[in-house]
Antibody
């Protein structure tokens, strides 16, 4: 049973970079599947951030594309999220998740527990 | 404003049947992309409930079913139970945005 676990700072200052890591266990991220990030502002709905399939190229939500980078580290079986120039609007619970396909019709079949990141000085 | 539109809330009594709608457009559901449904309890991660419009992953009770027609999809829950009280989200792929999109979520209250 694949497991995903987010880690990183819970507090980030405005204008700085939010950096999170998702550690995957019981499955090699280089074996297939696509790896993504989704966020949920407090009391609000889910927003897709982006995905990255090993052997492919990452793709991002148009609304965040200029500020976001998703990377894979196959040696550590981890993938990461970097979001630059954060503001209070980026305060959210951030989830990492797995999808069976690179693009097109897709679903998030395994999720991390989520990590709350607050943007505040 | 979410790309997929869901009612903010629905309710039903134990044992009843409720449906949650998800309305999209010609660039997502209407383009033939699959619809998924997720169940989320407060303080926990979403859980995949239905994928590929009407497929239930292992362990999901058959009281949950999905359907899709045109630019819309629906989640039906029969034999409503108190433990079904949660938030439900639909999700699909949008070709104009080249990525996944979610509905705004529907809060199900069991009366």
């Amino acid at each position: 049973q694949v497991q995903l676990q987010e880690s990183g700072p819970g507090l980030v200052k405005p204008s700085e970079t939010l950096s999170l890591i998702c550690t995957v266990s019981a499955y090699s991220i280089s074996s297939g599947y696509s790896w993504g990030w989704i966020r949920q502002p407090p009391g609000k709905g889910l927003d897709w951030i982006g995905n990255f399939h090993h052997g492919g190229s990452p793709y991002y939500s148009p609304s965040l594309k200029s500020r976001v980078t998703i990377s894979l580290d196959t040696s550590k079986n981890q993938f990461s999220l970097n979001l630059t120039s954060v503001t209070a609007a980026d305060t959210a619970v951030y989830y990492c998740a797995r999808t069976p396909r690179d693009r097109g019709s897709n679903w998030f079949d395994s999720w991390g527990q989520g990590i709350l990141v607050t943007v505040s000085s | 404003q979410s790309v997929l539109t869901q009612p903010p809330s629905v309710s039903g009594a134990p044992g009843q049947r409720v449906t949650i709608s998800c309305t999209g457009s010609s660039s997502n559901i209407g383009a033939g992309y699959d619809v998924q449904w997720y169940q989320q309890f407060p303080g926990t991660a979403p859980k995949l409930l239905i994928n590929a419009n009407n497929n239930r992953p292992s362990g999901v009770p058959d009281r949950f079913s999905g359907s899709k027609s045109g630019t819309s999809a629906s989640l039906a829950i029969t034999g409503l139970q108190a433990e079904d009280e949660a938030d439900y989200y639909c999700q699909s792929y949008d070709s104009s945005l080249s990525g996944s999109v979610f509905g705004g979520g529907t809060k199900l209250t069991v009366l």
